[in-house]
């Protein structure tokens, strides 16, 4: 075995849907610097394009997660075009915080629709292409809500338990045809989708201390875990979860006894 190349993952064609912002578009330029042929998909053709342009060869689609047509549109033009399908990463989510009895229907149906509903469509779709080339890495986020909860997060943390669970169930459903399925969990990580706490300094420095780190993430830090599970380095790693928390979910952090 060549321990040098073990997280190398040259001419492997990678789709990173949410690369348009945030931890996709991190994970497009980790993806792509150790090997990858990378595409950037994204809500948002336009902000995708501007991460591909930035990656020698990457290509851009348009794909809304909430819609299978539109995933099995994405992943029939990647096959059409590459032949393969080695790793997928999947990242979009949205959060309306509420309390559970403040929330309205609708409210309910998109954040379900985007986190819960989109992987499942994701998953499903990369799942049956690489079950049939019988390889792949399908590479979900989660994140630490789907063990810790708060005022304000029940829904949201309910759409992250459930995608702990279809990447369970995918990846025993998939492992005898060689494909692994994996999520991340991150703790507080700087994205657009957090970006409204840094205003409130309370809020946001109570997340940083909550953590063993005592800081927020950068969305550069995610790379690391996706690398790792894309890899052959993970190679005889599917099914589990990886916290990148900071330490948030190993630590009760309400109060320091004198020692």
């Given amino acids: 075995m060549d321990y040098q ?17 945030g931890i996709g578009e991190a994970a497009a330029f980790g993806l792509a610097a150790h090997g990858g042929r990378v595409v950037c998909a994204d809500a948002n053709l336009a902000a995708a394009q501007r991460v591909a342009d930035q990656i020698t060869g990457a290509r851009a689609f348009v794909v809304d997660v909430s819609q299978s047509d539109s995933v099995n549109a994405l992943f029939q033009s990647v096959q059409a075009e590459y032949g393969k399908l ?3 990463v999947t990242t979009p989510g949205i959060n309306v915080r509420k309390p559970i009895v403040a929330y309205q229907d609708d409210e309910f149906e998109r ?18 292409l690489m079950a049939e080339q019988k390889s792949g890495s399908i590479i979900a986020f989660s994140s630490i809500r789907s063990l810790t909860v708060e005022p304000g ?34 703790g507080v990580v700087e994205t657009p989708l957090t970006s409204p706490i840094k205003s409130r300094p309370d ?28 890899s052959d380095a993970a190679s005889y790693v599917t099914g589990t979860v990886l916290f990148a928390d900071g330490g948030w979910t190993a630590a009760d952090g309400r109060f320091e006894p004198p020692l």
């Fill in 5 to 21: 190349t073990l997280f190398r993952i040259d001419g492997r064609v990678v789709v990173v849907i949410g690369a348009g912002s």
């Fill in 203 to 230: 809020w946001y420095n109570a997340y940083a201390e909550k953590n063993v780190l005592r800081r927020w993430a950068a969305a550069e830090e995610m790379i690391g875990p996706v690398v790792f599970l894309a």
């Fill in 153 to 186: 997060q029940g829904v949201y943390a309910a759409t992250k338990s459930g995608i702990v669970q279809l990447v369970r169930a995918l990846a025993a459903e998939l492992g005898p045809q060689g494909v692994r399925v994996n999520a991340v969990a991150p």
């Fill in 111 to 128: 954040v379900i629709s985007v986190n819960l509903k989109g992987t499942f469509n994701v998953l499903r779709a990369a799942g049956r």
């Fill in 86 to 88: 080695d790793v997928v």
